[in-house]
């Protein structure tokens, strides 16, 4: 099984917000192993407050590309 975010990747919160409610966009920083349940895990960090965060796959959705910005995928 592999990641599907990458180093360096900017996402964003899927569906739920987090308990103190940092929306926004996240950086992947790590890349975790798997999980008792088998899902994959990232480290991520708010690309404002510095807020760290590990969050399994299906918390996690990509950043939509911009205009004049190559995408991460």
């Known amino acids: 099984m592999s990641h599907k975010y990458a180093l360096g990747q ?4 899927a569906g739920t917000r987090f308990a103190d409610r940092t929306d926004g966009i996240y950086e992947v920083i790590r890349l975790m192993p798997e999980s008792s349940n088998g899902e ?3 480290r991520i960090r708010h690309t404002m407050s510095g807020t760290q965060r590990a969050v399994g796959e299906s918390e996690i959705r990509p950043v939509a590309a911009q205009p004049g910005r190559p995408s991460a995928d």
């Open 10 to 13: 900017l996402v964003h919160s």
């Open 40 to 42: 994959l895990g990232y």
